[in-house]
């Protein structure tokens, strides 16, 4: 007795999104001109350069900076595309803008601000989510979103970075040490509250948007 | 008439030689055969923040610094003072050494010309205004010189001897002090010494120049010692207020530059999480 072949395995979507925002934000750090365009500053934005609140956070002051910030975001941005492309790209395009309004609104001693981590941020918890739910449900396939392999029970690795990425913040807004905080250039300091705001527009966007679909995409058959 | 002749030159011989020898001393004289002798400069902080008080009252308020900090550096005002080229030039080397720290803006040199003396914080606060400064590092000195002979100078009596030998002894001491003050609380926030001694001998007609020579690297010599100090108080001051926050209270200026960082020691610590990850799950 034959027994049926298996069903081909879908290919994993590429993760054209993630790899935009990447060549994007390397492209503003070879051209540093760009960056008094791009970059978040209070002044210009209440002059109508709105979108400052968007391009801000690909502007990065020095390699270090740019470095471990994209190395997060790249791994946590490219592995939750595949997983959930359509409110990974929906969170790409949103979370930049909410962080930058949130800040305009929250933070308005703020004159300047730059960096990918806030996004970051949110990608990573929207992953870690992501993951979770998985594992919670592995029976039950999203059917917009294409099928993984099941994994063996990660629940307590994303728990712990989710864990770690709270702790970090708590740390941030708690032990603030500005006088001599170490960054790249000089008098720059780090912004707790883009991360804080990273982590909730994820958390907002997990639970609310789950099983989202943009209209004019093609449903996946089969 | 050779007779007489003669008879006018012995009459003039002893008056030439009592003229030569009356010249000679005086000469001598003006090349400083007399013993020791002192100049001092100095300006004195105390002086200058409190000049009526006999014991000032301590601040009550807690300093609060607005980070990145605006820093004023100036001479305090004092009595037989320096040039004010020899004093940008102490104050440029000591601001130099402290730019580009990420808490200081900016290193304004206040000229002296905006301070008198006496003028305690009320002049201070004038300075605040008119230049936007908020701490100001009150730079002062004590510089003592002592000229002495010694036994070359006895060549000084053959005039020519007071070029040539180095008959004067001159000893150069000197002590710099900055206190770095916040103005508006009028708090001490650190403060650190410098001293140095130059010693140099001279002929009695360059001693003058040699002293000021002297007097210059002396000045120098105190200063590279109060930049090492300076750096080193304000590492403590770092410690201090990183170990008793209710010393001195730290806000920042609004329009400050942010930056969102996840850094090193969070990628590592995530990356590390992975590894752990990988190997429970290829565990048999």
């Known amino acids: ?39 978040y500053e209070r002044l210009a934005l209440l002059r109508g350069e709105y979108w400052r609140l968007w391009t801000g956070h690909f502007v990065h002051f020095g390699s270090s900076h740019l470095f471990w910030n994209l190395a997060i975001f790249t791994v946590a941005s490219i592995w939750s595309e595949r997983l959930a492309p359509a409110r990974t790209r929906l969170l790409l395009v949103a979370s930049p803008g909410l962080i930058g309004l949130a800040l305009f609104g929250l933070e308005p001693a703020l004159a300047t ?40 029970s ?68 089969g | ?81 320096i040039s004010e080229q020899q004093k940008t030039v102490l104050l440029q080397r000591v601001a130099a050494e402290f730019k580009g720290r990420d808490y200081i803006q900016n290193i304004e040199l206040v000229p002296s010309t905006y301070l008198r003396a006496g003028g305690g914080f009320a002049n201070l606060n004038q300075v605040r205004s008119l230049l936007g400064v908020d701490v100001i590092a009150l730079v002062a000195y004590d510089q003592v010189q002592f000229t002495s002979n010694n036994l070359l100078s006895l060549s000084y009596w053959t005039i020519v001897g007071a070029y040539i030998f180095s ?26 010494p410098g001293a140095s001694r130059v010693e140099a001998g001279a002929a009695a007609a360059y001693v003058q120049q040699r002293l000021r020579t002297d007097s210059t690297a002396g000045f120098d010599a105190a200063t590279t010692e109060l ?29 400050y530059t942010g930056g969102g960082s996840l850094g090193m020691c969070f990628a590592s610590i995530l990356g590390l999480l992975f590894l752990a990850r990988a190997g429970v799950r290829h565990r048999p």
């Open chain 1, 1 to 39: 007795m034959k027994t049926p072949p298996a069903a081909p395995a879908r290919a994993l979507p590429f993760p054209w999104a993630s790899v935009c925002v990447i060549a994007f934000t390397l492209g503003v750090a070879a051209q540093p001109a760009l960056a008094s365009t791009l970059l």
């Open chain 2, 167 to 192: 008959g004067n002894k001159n000893d150069t001491q000197t002590l710099m002090e900055a206190a770095v003050y916040d103005i508006a609380s009028r708090h001490l926030l650190f403060r650190a």
């Open chain 2, 227 to 255: 930049i090492t100090n300076l750096k080193l108080q304000l590492e403590t001051f770092r410690e201090r207020v990183k170990n008793a926050p209710g010393e001195v209270r730290i806000e920042h200026r609004p329009g």
């Open chain 2, 1 to 81: 008439m050779p007779h007489g002749y003669f008879s006018l030159a012995r009459v003039f011989r002893p008056a030439l030689f009592v003229a030569l020898v009356l010249s000679a001393l005086l000469l001598a004289g003006c090349f400083s055969t007399r013993g020791p002798r002192k100049t001092e400069r100095s300006s004195s902080v105390v002086s200058y923040l409190y000049p009526d008080q006999a014991n000032p009252l301590p601040p009550t308020s807690i300093p609060v610094l607005r980070l990145p900090l605006r820093v004023g550096i100036a001479f305090v005002p004092g009595k037989s003072d």
């Open chain 1, 154 to 221: 990660d629940r307590w690795f994303w728990r712990a970075v989710l864990a770690l990425i709270v702790l970090k913040i708590g740390a941030e807004f708690a032990l603030q040490q500005p006088l001599f905080t170490r960054f790249a250039p000089a008098g720059i300091r780090a912004v707790p509250l883009a991360h804080l705001i990273g982590v909730l527009v994820a958390t907002v966007m997990h639970r609310n948007l789950r099983g989202f679909r943009p209209r004019f995409l093609p449903r996946r058959t």
């Open chain 1, 113 to 152: 601000y730059g960096g990918l981590s806030g996004v970051a941020t949110s990608m990573l918890v929207f992953l870690s989510y992501t993951q979770l739910a998985r594992l919670a449900a592995p029976a039950t396939t999203n059917k917009n979103e294409p099928p993984t392999s099941s994994p063996t």
